[in-house]
C-alpha cells in the first residue's frame, strides 16, 4: 500500500487545485490541435491581464530559465547591470550574468531585510547601467521588496526593469503599466498552483524593443523573437509545447480572474497574517524583519537547541512537508509557504504539525494556542469584496 503523501506546506511546489490537476490529466492534445491551440491562446490572453502585459511567452522550463532568457534578449556581453539582492535568488541573477559576460553590480543587505531605496539610487545615479533586476519575493530570506518604489527609480533613471515574480505572481499584486515594470520572470508552482514545469515571461512594448536592438543573441530555444510569432498565434512551430502543462495553467489563470485579483491579493495577505500570528503563539519569530514580511512565505527562526533535520522531521511524522532554509541560514531557520489555494485549514493543521514537533524535541507549547491565534486573526479582519475562497 502506497504511503499517504504529507501535506505540502513548501514555498513551491504548492498544491494544486482539483480542477487544476484535472485539467492536467486529460488526453494529451497535438500541439497543432485547434482545441489546445485556443486554450494556449486564452492561457497567453489571461495571463497579459493578469500582469497588464504586453507580450507573455510561456513554454517548457522554469523560473531559472526564464531569469536567463531575460538577460540573454535585455543585456548585451560587457554591459553593466544592477542587482538588487535580498538573498539567494536575487544573487542567482549575478551568477547568470556572469556565465553571459555581463558586468553585475550586486546591492546585498542582511538576511530578512531591504536594500535601502536610497542604496538603490546611489548605484542608479552612478553609472549607466543597461538593466535592473529586483526579486520580489526572495524565497530563501521571506522578503517582500518594494518593487512599486524600485519602479519610480527605475523610470527616473531611464533603466529597464526587470522583476523576478516566481515566489509572488498570481499572490501578490504585479501591474506592469502601474509599476514601471519592463519584464517580469515568473513560473508556475507557486502562487499560480499548478505542477512544475512551465517558464513564463511578460514584458512590454520597451523590453520588446530593447530585444531587436540586440541584434543576435548567444541562445535559439532563449530567444524571444523565435517564440513570438507563436506566442501570437500558438498553431505555428518552433519546439512542441508542454501541452498537458498549459492546460493545467490555463486552469488556474481561469480560477484567478474569477476569485479576483483585488480578493485573491487580500487573502494571500490575510492567510500571511494568520499564520504569523500562530507563530507568534508558540514564542517563534521570523527571519524577516516586519515591514518586509512577505504574503507568500515565512521564513522562521528556530528556537535554541531545536536541530533543524530533526524538527522538519518532527513535522512530517504530524503530516506536513515543510523546507529548510538557504544558504546563511539553512540550519538557523525553517520555510513555511502558504500561497495558492492553501486556506485556513491548512494553516491549522501546519501549526499543529509546528506545535506537536517542537514539543517532541522539548519546547514548552500551550497546546493550542498557535490554531486560536490564527483563527483570532483571520476573523478579524473582513474578507475583500468579491473574495471567491473558501476559507472564510
Same mark, same amino acid.
Given at each position: 500500500m502506497t504511503k499517504k503523501a504529507p501535506l505540502v506546506m513548501i514555498p513551491g511546489p504548492t498544491p494544486v487545485a482539483e480542477p487544476v490537476r484535472q485539467a492536467m490529466a486529460v488526453q494529451t492534445y497535438g500541439h497543432n490541435y485547434s482545441g489546445f491551440v485556443e486554450i494556449y491562446r486564452e492561457c497567453l490572453n489571461g495571463l497579459k491581464t493578469i500582469f497588464q502585459a504586453d507580450h507573455m511567452v510561456v513554454i517548457g522550463g522554469s523560473g531559472t530559465l526564464a531569469m536567463e532568457m531575460t538577460l540573454i534578449n535585455t543585456v548585451k556581453a560587457g554591459q553593466d547591470l544592477l542587482v538588487v539582492s535580498h538573498g539567494a535568488f536575487g544573487d542567482r541573477f549575478a551568477a547568470i550574468a556572469k556565465v553571459l559576460g555581463i558586468n553585475a553590480d550586486v546591492l546585498s543587505c542582511p538576511p530578512g531585510s531591504r536594500v535601502p531605496l536610497a542604496e538603490i539610487e546611489k548605484a542608479l545615479a552612478s553609472k549607466r547601467y543597461a538593466a535592473l533586476t529586483l526579486t520580489h519575493v526572495d524565497t530563501s530570506t521571506g522578503v517582500l521588496a518594494q518593487a512599486k518604489e524600485v519602479?519610480?527609480?527605475?523610470?527616473?533613471?531611464?533603466?529597464?526593469?526587470?522583476?523576478?515574480?516566481?515566489?509572488?505572481?498570481?499572490?501578490?499584486?504585479?501591474? #506592469?503599466? =502601474?509599476?514601471?515594470?519592463?519584464?517580469?520572470?515568473?513560473?508556475?508552482?507557486?502562487?499560480?498552483? @499548478?505542477?512544475?514545469?512551465?517558464?513564463?515571461?511578460?514584458?512590454?512594448?520597451? !523590453?520588446?524593443?530593447?530585444?531587436?536592438?540586440?541584434?543576435?543573441?548567444?541562445?535559439?530555444?532563449?530567444? %524571444?523573437?523565435? %517564440?513570438?510569432?507563436? #506566442?501570437?498565434?500558438?498553431?505555428?512551430?518552433?519546439?512542441?509545447?508542454?501541452?498537458?502543462?498549459?492546460? !493545467?495553467?490555463?486552469?488556474?489563470?481561469?480560477?484567478?480572474?474569477?476569485?479576483?485579483? !483585488?480578493?485573491?491579493?487580500?487573502?494571500?495577505?490575510?492567510?500571511?497574517?494568520?499564520?504569523?500570528?500562530?507563530?507568534?503563539?508558540?514564542?517563534?519569530?521570523?527571519? @524577516?524583519?516586519? =515591514? !518586509?514580511?512577505?504574503? @507568500?512565505l515565512s521564513v522562521v527562526k528556530y528556537p535554541p537547541n531545536v536541530d533543524d533535520a530533526a524538527f522538519r522531521a518532527k513535522v512530517e511524522e504530524n503530516g506536513v512537508f515543510i523546507a529548510g532554509a538557504l544558504g546563511p541560514l539553512k540550519g538557523k531557520a525553517f520555510r513555511v509557504g502558504h500561497m495558492g489555494i492553501i486556506g485556513m485549514d491548512e494553516i491549522a493543521i501546519t501549526l499543529t504539525a509546528i506545535e506537536r514537533a517542537l514539543a517532541a524535541l522539548g519546547v514548552k507549547v500551550t497546546p493550542g494556542a498557535a490554531v486560536g491565534a490564527a483563527w483570532q486573526e483571520w476573523d478579524s479582519v473582513r474578507p475583500a469584496q468579491g473574495c471567491a475562497c473558501c476559507c472564510g
Open positions: 519602479g519610480e527609480l527605475a523610470k527616473k533613471y531611464d533603466v529597464l526593469y526587470i522583476l523576478d515574480g516566481v515566489c509572488a505572481s498570481a499572490g501578490v499584486p504585479e501591474p #506592469m503599466k =502601474e509599476y514601471g515594470i519592463d519584464v517580469i520572470v515568473t513560473t508556475c508552482q507557486k502562487a499560480f498552483g @499548478t505542477p512544475p514545469g512551465l517558464t513564463m515571461i511578460a514584458f512590454n512594448e520597451k !523590453a520588446a524593443a530593447r530585444r531587436d536592438e540586440l541584434g543576435t543573441v548567444p541562445g535559439y530555444y532563449t530567444d %524571444w523573437k523565435n %517564440w513570438m510569432p507563436i #506566442m501570437e498565434n500558438p498553431s505555428l512551430y518552433i519546439s512542441t509545447p508542454p501541452v498537458n502543462h498549459i492546460v !493545467a495553467l490555463n486552469e488556474a489563470v481561469k480560477l484567478i480572474l474569477a476569485e479576483g485579483l !483585488a480578493a485573491r491579493y487580500a487573502r494571500h495577505e490575510r492567510i500571511g497574517r494568520s499564520f504569523r500570528a500562530g507563530l507568534a503563539a508558540l514564542g517563534l519569530e521570523t527571519v @524577516t524583519e516586519k =515591514e !518586509a514580511l512577505a504574503p @507568500t
